[in-house]
């Protein structure tokens, strides 16, 4: 099968590598995995050493490796869809009662991520799981991404970025190991990382009375809050925020020393303070 650039696909092919990855992948134990775009399936064959078939879901896209998919792995389930689609705080608890019922349970998250769509699909399963209470703390993710993406991801402490502000709030993000372009077909110009999301309530302990729905509002107004504080790096707060919040209002919520500050000068609990200081004024 002939990986089709339209949808970004790099099949693995480092088949010694494939298999570290894959038990990296269920280091936790889960109870199952979710495996986004299986693609010829490398690492859902290597994943049965560890978990029942039918433990096992695909979530993928393309038409025609959902049309094949049976023939070649007809005990592991498949969804034939766009994960960007898919409501995944309800396919989790179809797969919970499926599995456990109303047991205690853990699950697992891998894809090898298509370069341009990486950063989307990561957001979704943060945003819809890591800040939802009743998943965050049953989960692991592990992406193969863009080493350069990876590199921003854990860039919050010094010189921090916006993507990994964001993030950071969600889920601690570590790279285990980077990958050589050669472990592809085909070979993509870039490097790519084996990276690995905890989920942290950080966010979720800010507001521990919130419901889920609640958080997502207060997330949403945090992003644009970031974004905002992001929009030119090299400006103060007050420069960046002044056209989003009345001058007289950033003035009497924030002193000086703060509003004179580059966004990137700014620490994790710093940015969340202030946001939440300019939500109640």
């Not at 945003?127 to 993406?149: C, G, M, R, W």
């Not at 980077?178 to 070979?187: Q, S």
């Not at 009497?252 to 303070?273: A, G, I, Q, V, Y």
Request: with cysteine.
């Amino acid at each position: 099968m002939q990986p089709k650039k339209s949808l970004g696909q790099n099949f693995f092919c480092n088949k010694n590598l494939a298999q570290k990855i894959a038990s990296t992948a269920v280091e936790n134990n889960p109870e199952f995995l979710i495996e986004i775009g299986p693609g010829t399936g490398s690492f859902t064959q290597l994943f049965t050493q560890f978990l029942a078939p039918d433990k096992i879901l695909g979530i993928e896209k393309d038409d025609e490796i959902a049309q094949k998919w049976d023939s070649h792995f007809q005990e592991i389930p498949l969804l034939h869809k766009d994960i960007l689609k898919v409501d995944l705080g309800k396919l989790i608890c179809k797969q919970r009662t499926r599995h456990m019922g109303n047991k205690t349970y853990t699950f697992s998250i891998f894809g090898s991520l298509p370069y341009n769509i990486s950063k989307k699909i990561i957001r979704k399963i943060l945003v819809e799981l890591a800040l939802n209470p009743e998943f965050s703390d049953k989960f692991t993710a592990y992406f193969i991404i863009q080493k350069e993406v990876a590199q921003k991801y854990q860039q919050w402490q010094n010189q921090v970025n916006s993507l990994a502000l964001l993030t950071k709030v969600l889920s601690d993000v570590k790279t285990q190991f980077y990958i050589n372009h050669e472990c592809f077909r085909p070979r993509p110009k870039v490097e790519s990382a084996f990276v690995k999301f905890t989920p942290n309530q950080l966010f979720i302990n800010q507001y521990p009375d919130f419901t889920y729905s609640q958080l997502t509002r207060k997330y949403k107004d945090f992003h644009q809050f970031v974004l905002h504080c992001f929009s030119n790096p090299r400006k103060t707060l007050f420069n960046n925020l002044k056209s989003h919040v009345k001058d007289d209002v950033l003035i009497k919520t924030l002193n000086t020393r703060m509003l004179s500050k580059r966004p990137h000068e700014l620490k994790l609990d710093e940015f969340l303070t202030i946001s939440q200081l300019l939500s109640d004024a």
